[in-house]
């Protein structure tokens, strides 16, 4: 089985600040691992993901997010944030396996961005 | 173009009632899911269907009953609601078991 860590569960940072959200996992099979952001009162929207290949990644907004399998870790950046970077952002694990494709959240980092 | 959508997008009942929550997607996928999102926003898994096939059955309450008449269509029943059962149920859907998973806006069930 898979989980995910997200260790703060709160990042309050100024706006144009650099921001970093941090994520590890724990599997016994190699993962793909995702980010996804939630606004207010709305559902998820995938912001990037890691499936092979080259271990840093893009994706919108600005974000990117780098694998790193030694230290399971998957922590994702932004070099400047916005005040409407303000969600909340879930690191997310899923393997494929011959029953599906089961996604596992971590609990979560709620980003604040102050003027 | 709602990519995937449910409805209602809020849904409030009394304790005991039976009520469902309809979704749908467009995009062709012929894999959805219902995730749980309880009040401190932790996401998990419930239920998944492959062609309208049953495959990813989490411990889930059997007052819980997922019924997905076409791969495009995945709804969830609930019978006999209890007070726990209050939480944002998501939609999602992805293509052939595929990595990436599209979720709705939500359905927001509180349950008096």
């Known amino acids: 089985a898979q989980s995910v860590t997200q260790l703060d569960s709160q990042v309050p940072v100024f706006e144009e600040a650099p921001v970093e959200l941090r994520c590890n996992y724990s599997?016994?099979?190699?993962?793909?691992l995702f980010w996804y952001v939630q606004y207010p009162n709305q559902g998820l929207q995938l912001l990037l993901k890691?499936?092979?290949?080259?271990?840093l990644v893009k994706g919108i907004n600005g974000f990117e997010a780098e694998f790193n399998k030694s230290q399971t870790s998957f922590h994702l950046r932004k070099p400047s944030v916005h005040i409407s970077d303000t969600a909340e952002y879930f690191c997310?694990?899923?393997?494929?396996?011959?029953?599906?494709?089961?996604?596992?959240f971590g609990t979560g980092t709620q980003l604040k961005v102050e003027l | 173009d709602t990519a995937v959508s449910q409805t209602p997008k809020y849904l409030v009942t009394q304790m005991g009632n039976d009520k469902s929550i309809k979704c749908e997607q467009n995009?062709?996928?012929?894999?959805m899911y219902w995730y749980k999102q309880d009040s401190k926003k932790f996401l998990k898994i419930m239920f998944s269907y492959n062609n309208k096939e049953l495959i990813i059955n989490e411990t889930v309450p059997n007052r819980f009953s997922p019924k997905s008449p076409d791969k495009a269509h995945l709804n969830l029943h609930i019978n006999s609601l209890e007070l726990g059962d209050s939480a944002v149920y998501f939609c999602?859907?992805?293509?052939?078991?595929?990595?990436?998973?599209?979720f709705g806006p939500g359905t927001r069930l509180t349950v008096l």
């Open positions: 890691y499936l092979s290949g080259s271990t």
């Open positions: 995009l062709g996928h012929d894999t």
């Open positions: 999602a859907s992805s293509q052939d078991r595929g990595h990436e998973q599209f």
């Open positions: 997310a694990v899923t393997t494929r396996t011959g029953g599906g494709n089961k996604l596992t």
């Open positions: 599997s016994s099979v190699s993962v793909y």
